[in-house]
T-cell receptor
């Protein structure tokens, strides 16, 4: 079946602009995660959605970052007033449930470049 | 000190060698994940384990909960195994993954 898809694959934007990144999880996966991988850095957690529960937003680096998940499926990560330090690969992952029980399936990522 | 430490950071080996990558963590966990990331490629989950040992083809993952340590082994290594291997842990009641900094493995033909 189809894996996790993300769009766009690449996004170049000017500093100060808003961007939206999209994630389509695997059908039936109730858990959805957003991560960020900066150049030369490791992966860092951003936000986690599980079913209809309130999302865990503890990893969002600033209030310029927000995410929503509509209908328990597609998710959008929005970065307002982008800064150069936001340049990174943004990865989405989904799983059947909690990460302590189920493996995560990663999308190909969106490479964001802020000029 | 990072919650998840990997060693070595870089590893170069000849084709056919037995490879070991280590991961130590300092927090209580519900599971440990081993991930593989090829250059310019996406991330693939190799193993998720909370105890004992798992094997998939030439890959073996072990975990010692008491010592808070896991190892990833590759037998009969091949150039296509060249990738970054990432260890990650999920905590109890905390679904986010905390990642190690990765081990860059290069297998020379």
């Amino acid at each position: 079946g189809a894996g996790v898809s993300q769009s766009p694959s690449n996004k170049v934007t000017e500093k100060g602009k808003d961007v939206e990144l999209r994630c389509d999880p695997i059908s039936g996966h109730t858990a959805l995660y957003w991560y960020r991988q900066s150049l030369g850095q490791g992966l860092e957690f951003l936000i986690y959605f599980q079913g209809n529960s309130a999302p865990d937003k503890s990893g969002l680096p600033s209030d310029r970052f927000s995410a929503e998940r509509t209908g328990g499926s597609v998710s959008t990560l929005t970065i307002q007033r982008t800064q150069q330090e936001d340049s990174a690969v943004y990865l989405c992952a989904s799983s059947l449930g909690p990460s302590g029980v189920y493996e995560q399936y990663f999308g190909p990522g969106t490479r964001l470049t802020v000029t | 000190k990072n919650e998840v430490e990997q060693s070595p950071q870089n590893l170069t080996a000849q084709e056919g060698e037995f490879i070991t990558i280590n991961c130590s963590y300092s927090v209580g966990i519900s599971a440990l994940h081993w991930l593989q990331q090829h250059p310019g490629g996406g991330i693939v989950s190799l193993f998720m384990l909370s105890s004992g040992k798992k094997k998939h083809g030439r890959l073996i993952a072990t975990i010692n909960i008491q010592e808070k340590h896991s190892s990833l082994h590759i037998t009969a290594s091949h150039p296509r195994d060249s990738a970054v291997y990432i260890c990650a842990v999920s905590g109890f009641g905390n679904e986010k993954l905390t990642f190690g900094t990765g081990t860059r493995l290069t297998i020379i033909p």
